[in-house]
Each structure stands twice: as C-alpha cells, then as structure tokens.
C-alpha cells in the first residue's frame, strides 16, 4: 500500500473517531443496552472483509477461515440487530398504551 | 460482476445510515427505527460486497446460513434477565471474525507470496494484520471470560495470582514487540517466510492468553464495564480488519463501534466514581470483608401486611430496582404493584443507577418489558433533590446503589460513587433474600436505619403478596 492511501485512510479513521464521539456522547442512561447491542451489530461489519476473503481458486485453509468468520459476524450481525429491535420493541409512552 | 465504484458509493450510503442509525438509538422515540436503518446499511453493504465477483459462493452462503441460524435463535430465545450475557457472546462473535478474516488474509498472502503471484507484504498491512489478530482475539476471550462471570459458570470474585499484573503488562509489551517484528518486511523469497508464520501464531496465543488474564482479575459488580470496553475493542478490531483489506467502510463503521464504547465506558466509570485504570487492575472486591466501619444496630424485618398499610398510605413511592429484582423475575409483578399503587392516588417513580444489574441500562430494559412507560424510569440526578418528600422508596434487590456509605464513610471502597439516596426517604423498604452483602461484598449501613424495614424473601413473592393484598380491597 502506498503512502497517500494510507494518510487517506488514517484520516477517515480521525474523522469517524470523531463523528462516533459526537453522536454518542448525549445518550441517556436508559438506552444504554440497546445502544451497545446495536452498536455492537454494526461491528459486524466484518461480515464484509470476511465475505472479501473468500475468493474463489483460494486455498482450502484460507476458505475455511474465511468460511468461519462469515459465520462469526453473521452471528454478531443477525443476532445483534434482532435483539437490539426485540428490546426496542418494549420502550413505550404512556399513551400507547399497555400490552 | 459491477463497477468497483458502484459498490463504493453503496459502501457510502451504508455509512451514512450507521451514522443516522445511531444518532437515532440516541433518542427513545426514534431508536428502534434507528436501529432498522442501521440494519438496511448493513444488508447494503453485504449486497454490495456480494456483487465483487470472483467469489466462492458455496463458503459464503454456508457461512451466512450458519451464523444467522445462530444468531437468530440467540436472539429470539434469550431471556430479557439474560442480556448481558448475550450481548457479551455478540462481542466475542465480532471479536473473533476479525481475528479470522486477518488470519485468513494472512495466510493467503503467504501461499501467494510463496507461488510468485504476489510480490510481498507492506509493513502497514502487516501491521493492521497483528492489530486485528490481537484486538479480535483478546474481545473473543475476554467476553468468553465475561459471559462466564455474568451466567456463574465462573466465579464473580477477581481470580488474581501474585504478580498478575506485572506478567499482563510483560506479556502486552511482548506481544507489541512480536508486532513490530512481525510487520517488518521480509523478502519475498526469503526462507524466513516460514519462520514469519510461527511468528503469527505466537501472537494469536498471546493475544487470546491476554483477554483472559485482562478480565478474569475483574469483579462481577464490574463487569459493565468491561462489557462496553469490549463492545469497543470490537469496533477496532474491525476498524483494523478495514485497513488490510484498505475498506473504507469497515473503517468508517468500527471507529463509529469503538468510539460509541469509549464513551460508554467513561460513563460508567463516572457513575462509580473510578478510573478506568482502577475498574481494570484493582481487583476491586476481591476481599470479600472490604474496608470501611462496622455497621452497627439491627435490621428491623417488616411483614409483607404490615409493608402494605404503610404502602397504601403513601402519597409517593419510588422503586429502586437492582439486579435482585431480575433473578427474581419481578418486574412483572413490580410493574403491577405500581398500577395499584398508581390507581390509589399515588405518584409512583422507577429510580434507575446507570451500573444497576450487570450491564448499562439493563433495568430499564427489563421495566420495559413489563410495559413500564418510560417516562417513570428517572436517574438519580432526578430523584436525589426530591428524595426527602418521598413517603415510601423501595429498594428491590438492590444494595451497592443505595449504600449510604459511599456518601458518608470515607473508608468505604465504594466512597464517593454517586448513589440513590434510598436512605433519606421518610420510609424505606428493601427487598432483599437475606441480610447478606451486595455482589461486590460491601456491608450496606442502608439496612440499620431507623427508617428502614426489610421484606426478606423472594422479591417476586414478595411483591406479588403486596398486589394480592391491594386487590382484597
């Protein structure tokens, strides 16, 4: 990798840190567990370097990592979102009634 | 097979909706839409990867059929009183895949490298490689650690040997070393190619040894903490995984994980008033005795029909939940007692400590479960200045949170944590199955109060005695 790629990726890493900071930092205490199960199915992210590795005409231990981490993120992936939106599915007003 | 700039640009609107996606969790009205926007980024941005080309399907679809088999029963089957525990199983998923993708890239590199098609590593490659491994490792065991802490499968106490941290901090120095060896560039030809791949397995052994070491010295009253700062360290490690494979989006979206972690984490360091450093190497309730003053006098035990008549006198009551009322399953049987309790003309509030239960926020979401609107659930901050006007508050298998000693004994270790001020309401009742300490072993002068009565027993029974005697009337 050459030099400006990697100060062009340095730089997008400094400005999400950033912008992760700023979005997060006025989160009331009462949706701090949705917010870690959600936020922790967006690190699933990984779905995509792991969909990435497996290139056909790989070796086969390679297809096997790549095979197992496919399934660890989806994992993080399907798993995280569903909870997340089973959880957020119980927050309610008052006026919404009960049930 | 499209354009490499297409899936680009599907890339950037996946980005753009993790951002909307979070910004809207943020907010109780918006975030379970919040969090669907997020999930359509993530279902672009595999489609997107998904139309490379040059892909092995077969591997991809098994994959993908494996996990979200998993992950779809995980989730739909986990108890709400079991999320912690999930949510720690989530991390170490995402944890370990990073490490897997770094490995598997790792490792066609070199078959690469040693058939001729590839010319040779870059040192920042290399380097991200080992940043990945290692994060991805360490959260993997880690929150295999902490998942067995939180479900009692291990124990909740520190486990500390002498010279603990000494050997962490050694074996963290060893594994940077091995890094910086590791990402210097060898030829392509060079016979220590071999010798590079020992290297790598070295520092995927350290990297797992180190997230066990790092969490098992933890105390289970802690593990909050740990729990976001392993929801960080996830971010990171994909945040890592983004720059071998020189993916924005991976990038973008685990600084946005690691960064959101950060500040969870210090938000609950603040609300026990201690310092990372301390939450992660003090073995903090490792002594089971703790320091800090006797507590003197003796607890008086009130039955649940006496408890009653001073209930169903009370203009105001405040519940404060802790993880007791979620072993007990209670908060059905809370929610309906504050129905009553509500229908009699009482103002009723739910106080919740940002670290009360084993994770961040993990009250409300059980309260929210039992159809608690969340306008009742307040912080401390909100119920603190009216506390003294509160005719009843009542502590459901709470303790640490309500311990009147981290405002008053300077030699408590729990000094100066912010707490509910359980203590000063006119009268306080606490639920609780003995007169034991609290998970982290501190002595609770809160049970000794002239003001206060215990309800010893099961908090559910408990509280269900409560609403059965409401509704004789």
């Known amino acids: 990798m050459d030099a400006q790629t990697t100060v062009f990726l340095l730089f997008i890493l400094m400005l999400s840190v950033f912008l992760g900071i700023e979005l997060i930092s006025r989160v009331p205490s009462q949706l701090h567990t949705p917010l870690m199960s959600g936020s922790n199915a967006i690190s699933g992210i990984t779905i995509v370097g792991a969909v990435l590795s497996l290139s056909s005409g790989n070796e086969t231990v390679t297809a096997i990592l790549g095979t197992a981490a496919v399934a660890a993120a989806t994992v993080n992936v399907v798993g995280g979102y569903l909870v997340t939106d089973r959880m957020l599915a119980m927050f309610r007003k008052k006026d919404q009634g009960k049930g | 097979m499209i354009s490499p700039f297409?899936?680009?640009?599907?890339?950037?609107?996946?980005?753009?909706?993790?951002?909307?996606?979070?910004?809207?969790?943020?907010?109780?009205?918006?975030?379970?839409?919040?969090?669907?926007?997020?999930?359509?980024?993530?279902?672009?941005?595999?489609?997107?990867?998904?139309?490379?080309?040059?892909?092995?399907?077969?591997?991809?679809?098994a994959g993908l059929v494996?996990?979200?088999?998993?992950?779809?029963?995980?989730?739909?089957?986990?108890?709400?009183?079991?999320?912690?525990?999930?949510?720690?199983?989530?991390?170490?998923?995402?944890?370990?895949?990073?490490?897997?993708?770094?490995?598997?890239?790792?490792?066609?590199?070199?078959?690469d490298i040693a058939a001729g098609t590839l010319t040779a590593f870059s040192s920042f490659t290399l380097f991200s490689i080992f940043l990945a491994s290692v994060i991805g490792g360490l959260t993997f065991t880690g929150s295999v650690v902490a998942w067995g802490k939180l479900s009692g499968k291990l124990p909740g106490r520190p486990l500390l040997f002498p010279g603990q941290q000494i050997f962490n901090v050694l074996l963290l120095a060893g594994v940077l070393a091995a890094g910086i060896a590791f990402s210097l560039v060898g030829d392509a030809a060079d016979p220590l190619m071999m010798a590079k791949y020992d290297l790598y397995l070295v520092i995927v052994v350290i990297g797992l040894i180190l997230g066990v070491l790092a969490v098992i010295?933890?105390?289970?009253?802690?593990?909050?903490?740990?729990?976001?700062?392993?929801?960080?360290?996830?971010?990171l490690a994909a945040c890592a995984t983004g720059f071998i494979i020189v993916n924005k989006v991976l990038i973008v979206s685990g600084a946005l994980v690691g960064a959101s972690g950060l500040i969870l984490t210090g938000i609950m360091c603040k609300a026990m008033n201690r310092s990372l450093a301390n939450v992660l190497f003090s073995g903090f309730g490792s002594t089971s005795s703790g320091a800090g003053k006797k507590n003197e006098g003796e607890a008086r035990v009130i039955t649940a029909e006496d408890a009653y008549l001073v209930l169903e006198a009370a203009g105001s009551v405040v519940f404060v939940?802790?993880?007791?009322?979620?072993?007990?399953?209670?908060?059905?049987?809370?929610?309906?007692?504050?129905?009553?309790?509500?229908?009699?003309?009482?103002?009723?509030?739910?106080?919740?400590?940002?670290?009360?239960?084993?994770?961040?926020?993990?009250?409300n979401v059980l309260l929210a479960e039992a159809n608690v609107p969340y306008e009742q659930l307040v912080e401390p901050d909100d119920v603190n200045p009216i506390i003294e006007t509160v005719d009843v508050c009542m502590v459901i298998g709470a303790n640490d949170v309500v311990n009147p000693a981290a405002r008053e004994d300077e030699d408590s270790p729990i000094y100066g944590m912010p707490i509910i001020d359980a203590d000063l309401a006119r009268t306080t009742f606490v639920l609780k199955r003995s007169?034991?300490?609290?998970?982290?072993?501190?002595?609770?002068?809160?049970?000794?109060?002239?003001?206060?009565?215990?309800?010893?027993?099961?908090?559910?029974?408990?509280v269900s005695t409560l609403v059965a005697e409401f509704k004789q009337d």
């Open chain 2, 217 to 235: 010295g933890i105390g289970g009253a802690d593990m909050p903490v740990v729990i976001a700062l392993l929801n960080s360290y996830s971010g």
């Open chain 2, 66 to 111: 494996i996990g979200g088999g998993v992950g779809l029963i995980g989730a739909k089957t986990v108890a709400m009183t079991g999320m912690p525990e999930m949510v720690a199983l989530f991390n170490g998923t995402g944890g370990v895949a990073s490490l897997l993708v770094g490995w598997a890239e790792f490792h066609q590199s070199s078959t």
């Open chain 2, 435 to 462: 007169l034991g300490a609290g998970y982290a072993g501190i002595g609770n002068p809160l049970f000794f109060r002239d003001n206060t009565r215990m309800l010893l027993g099961d908090a559910k029974d408990s």
């Open chain 2, 321 to 363: 939940p802790g993880y007791g009322m979620a072993v007990a399953q209670a908060q059905h049987a809370v929610r309906e007692l504050g129905d009553m309790l509500e229908e009699n003309g009482c103002e009723v509030k739910y106080a919740i400590h940002p670290v009360a239960g084993r994770m961040p926020g993990h009250m």
């Open chain 2, 6 to 61: 297409l899936i680009d640009m599907a890339y950037i609107v996946a980005a753009v909706l993790f951002v909307f996606g979070l910004k809207m969790l943020s907010k109780a009205d918006t975030a379970r839409r919040g969090n669907q926007i997020s999930a359509l980024g993530m279902l672009i941005a595999l489609v997107a990867t998904l139309l490379y080309g040059g892909l092995d399907y077969t591997y991809i679809l």
